[in-house]
């Protein structure tokens, strides 16, 4: 049994969201990682997809827009999604709060991509290239 503490994990600045790596895919026989997402008033993710993970979002606190390139699903504290590999996916917060979720991904360390992401893109566009070989790295790929 593993327990994770509250103010336990590692925090990491990816873009404009907080991510908190609560269970890391290293201690999980099946590559499961948990991170702790707090997104500000209008941050968000392009759409994208991951080659092998398999990816669930808990909304928590505020409001998410998860995105398609052809849908939108506006979501409250409670909602979840799930996500098989290869489905296209990013998120906005519309709100004029901080959003919080959990996002549960299994199949690859994509706790691992956060904190490359954190080390490597510090600012935008300047480090697309950096960016892009974290991708291309870790099976992320724009939809």
């Known amino acids: 049994m593993n327990v994770t503490r509250r103010e336990e994990g590692q ?22 990682s948990i991170v702790d997402v707090v997104v500000p008033p209008g941050s968000g993710t392009p759409c ?3 080659d092998q993970e398999e990816e669930v979002y808990f909304l928590v ?32 917060n519309p709100g004029q709060q901080p959003a919080r979720f959990l ?4 199949g690859g360390p ?8 954190a080390q490597d893109v510090q600012e935008l566009p300047r480090d697309l290239p950096r960016m892009q ?6 099976g992320v790929r724009r939809a």
Do not use: C, N
């Open 61 to 92: 606190e505020g409001e998410l827009l998860m995105h398609t390139p052809t849908e939108h699903h506006h979501l409250h504290p409670g909602d979840l999604v799930h996500l098989p590999p290869l489905t296209p996916h990013g998120y906005r």
């Open 48 to 50: 994208v997809t991951h």
């Open 133 to 138: 070989a974290a991708m291309d790295a870790f």
């Open 11 to 32: 925090v990491l600045q990816v873009l404009g969201d907080r991510v908190t790596a609560k269970q890391p895919s290293s201690r999980s026989p099946h590559g499961m």
């Open 103 to 106: 996002a549960w991904t299994i």
């Open 110 to 117: 994509m706790d691992q991509f956060f904190a490359r992401i």
